[in-house]
Every structure is written in structure tokens, then in C-alpha cells.
């Protein structure tokens, strides 16, 4: 039987009435036992104030970062009937359920994998996957363009612990200084933990340096920052990421830190205030985690329809506004730079 034009287009505005009434649906992966449960539990407490705050229903999978967990917790998450996952914090968790969830056709938001394969490899595997996080060369990059520019007239060094995180960010810097036409006046691998670097310093001195990027760990900076003050040595300290861990020494006032902000500071007030009255505390990867559900919602536009490509979409999050690349990276660096004035960090605006 044909029914009447009239009658069609009523029955398809009640189809597509459903659907829009449809509850979005998103699931959560993360490391809720094991190690790295602490940071799973930030997740989980991020995600589900979002969820709560945007009517959206969450479905949580423990993955216990490994590639069994990893797995598991994408079919679980696939049974649920999940439209996007958001969260991973381990590289072997999301690369056994990435597979399972392209089958499914289910886009994820990864928050805290950072290795640079996950997405650069995504032509040739078809992942449908998007990185809310900063790559591992991020840190890198955002070293050598901020310093480059902040230290253009100044005489700087290099110096490196040895390890590979300390020597790649090192090497880095060191490359991207070349291309502008820049060169360190002293490069050179110090030993680290030791209970002093009056050695480093003093060949420093020697070679003229005023400014050092350091890469190691933190206390090993900031016992090369105390002993350049202890020597009047008129020498500026920059380190990477590591500043922002704790220390049993503290941080000369002026050492400089290419690390990611802290999302708190970032988290627009209302946000602030939801999990201020809910007594929690948006540390760690809390607000990360919030924002990927709000990625997820505004993806599905706040419906139970199937969700659109993501790339090259504005996302306004709690923590800014948020777009992906071709390949599912952010297309903005997070990375920042910050001066401590020995006790807290400031942003430094670099021209």
C-alpha cells in the first residue's frame, strides 16, 4: 500500500524526533585497577561528571592498561552499545581494542596515550581514533619554538642527563636552533644525581652561557639552578616537563619550564564550580577526561545518531576549544612556557 506524501513525511519527522530523543551513549576505558588506577579513577570521576552534567550515558570498561585489559573492555564497551569511547591512558590497552572498536565502527578519544604511531599510522590501519592529548614529540616541538624565539639574542647551552628522554629533547632543541640560524655555545652530557653539578656550572661559565635548557630530571635541574646562584653565575635554568613533578629541592626563582598547563587553571568557572560542589578535585587527568565526554556529545550533536567525521571540527571544551588534524591529532600544541618565582609557576608570554 502507498501511503499518502503527507502521511510519509510525518512518519519521518517521528523517526527522526526519535533518534534526537535517543540518550547519547559513551563508554569509558581506563585503568581502574592496577598501577595506574589512581589515574583511571581520575578519568572515571572527570567522564562521569560530564556525563551527569550533559545527560549522557556512560558505560565504564577497566582495561588495567594491558592488551588482555585493553580488549576485553572494547567488546564490553561493544555489547554496551557505546557510539564513541573516550580515555586510555596506556599505549598496549588502546592498540588491542582499536581493532575491535573499527569493526564496531565506534570512534575513540584517546586522552592519555601520547606515543606518535597511534595517530601516524592511522592510514594504514584505519583506526578511528583521535587524540585529546599531546603526541611524545610535542614537548619537543613546543621546546624548540618557544626557546628559539625567547633566547634569539642570548648565549645559551644545551646539556642532557644521557638518558633517551633527556638526550632526544636535547637533540631537538639543538635542531630546531639551526634552522633559525641559531647556535648553543656549549653542549655537553652531565651526570645526574649528584649532590651537586659546581662542575657543569663552572664550565658553563667558562664557555659564556647566560641561558641552559637542561633536560633531565627535576631535581637534577634544580641543583643546577642552586649551584649557579650559590656562584653568582648570572645563569638562566629552562627546563622540559619534569619541573612539574615533586622535588625534595626547591627551584630557583626564574627557572623556566616548557611543560603542559595545569587544566584547573584552564577550566571555565561553571565547570570549576560542578566539581567544586561535588567536593572533588580536577587534577590530573580529570578535566582531560571531562572534556573528551563533551567531544564525544557535541560529535553526536546531542543524538543518537551515527557520529561524524571529527577532524577539522571546533569543540569548545572546559578546557578550550579543541580541533583535531587529518590525522587525529590536536592541530594546537598544549604546551606552554612558565617562569617559577621559586615557589609557583607563571605563564610567560613569548613574542
Not at 85 to 97: M, N, R, S, T, W
Not at 107 to 132: E, N, Q
Not at 214 to 237: H, S
Request: proline share 5%.
Amino acid at each position: 500500500m502507498r501511503l499518502p506524501i503527507g502521511t510519509l513525511c510525518v512518519l519521518t519527522a517521528l523517526m527522526l524526533a526519535g533518534k534526537a530523543d535517543a540518550q547519547v551513549s559513551v563508554g569509558l576505558a581506563a585503568p581502574l585497577t592496577g598501577p595506574s588506577a589512581i589515574l583511571g579513577q581520575q578519568m572515571r570521576t572527570g567522564a562521569s561528571v560530564a556525563a551527569e552534567r550533559l545527560s549522557v550515558q556512560l558505560s565504564v570498561a577497566d582495561d588495567g592498561c594491558t592488551a588482555d585489559g585493553g580488549a576485553r573492555a572494547a567488546r564490553e564497551l561493544v555489547a554496551a552499545g557505546v557510539q564513541i569511547v573516550v580515555g586510555f591512558l596506556c599505549g598496549e590497552a588502546i592498540e588491542a581494542a582499536l581493532p575491535i572498536l573499527k569493526q564496531a565502527n565506534i570512534p575513540t578519544i584517546a586522552v592519555g596515550v601520547r606515543t606518535d604511531s597511534l595517530t601516524d599510522r592511522k592510514t594504514h590501519t584505519g583506526w578511528l581514533v583521535y587524540r585529546l592529548g599531546p603526541r611524545a614529540d610535542s614537548e619537543h616541538e613546543a621546546a624548540g619554538r618557544l626557546l628559539t624565539r625567547l633566547w634569539q639574542k642570548e648565549l645559551f647551552a644545551l646539556v642532557d642527563d644521557g638518558t633517551i628522554y633527556g638526550r632526544e629533547l636535547s637533540e631537538s632543541l639543538r635542531a630546531a636552533s639551526g634552522q633559525v640560524g641559531l647556535s648553543p655555545v656549549f653542549v655537553d652530557t652531565f651526570r645526574p644525581q649528584l649532590d651537586n653539578q659546581i662542575g657543569l656550572v663552572g664550565r658553563l661559565q667558562r664557555a659564556g652561557a647566560t641561558h641552559v635548557f637542561a633536560a633531565g630530571e627535576r631535581d637534577d635541574i634544580a641543583i643546577i639552578g642552586r649551584d649557579a646562584a650559590q656562584l653568582q653565575a648570572g645563569l638562566t635554568v629552562a627546563g622540559g616537563e619534569t619541573l612539574r613533578s615533586q622535588g625534595d629541592i626547591p627551584l630557583a626563582a626564574g627557572t623556566l619550564m616548557v611543560a603542559l598547563p595545569e587544566w584547573s587553571d584552564l577550566a571555565v568557572p561553571e565547570v570549576a564550580k560542578a566539581f567544586a560542589d561535588r567536593q572533588l578535585l580536577a587534577r590530573g587527568y580529570v578535566l582531560p577526561a571531562y572534556a573528551a565526554v563533551e567531544v564525544a556529545y557535541a560529535a553526536l550533536n546531542g543524538t543518537g545518531l551515527p557520529p561524524a567525521d571529527l577532524k577539522g571540527r571546533d569543540f569548545a571544551t572546559a578546557i578550550g576549544n579543541i580541533r583535531f588534524d587529518d590525522k587525529g591529532d590536536l592541530t594546537q600544541n598544549p604546551y606552554r612556557l612558565y617562569r617559577t618565582d621559586g615557589t609557583n609557576f607563571s605563564e610567560v608570554t613569548v613574542p
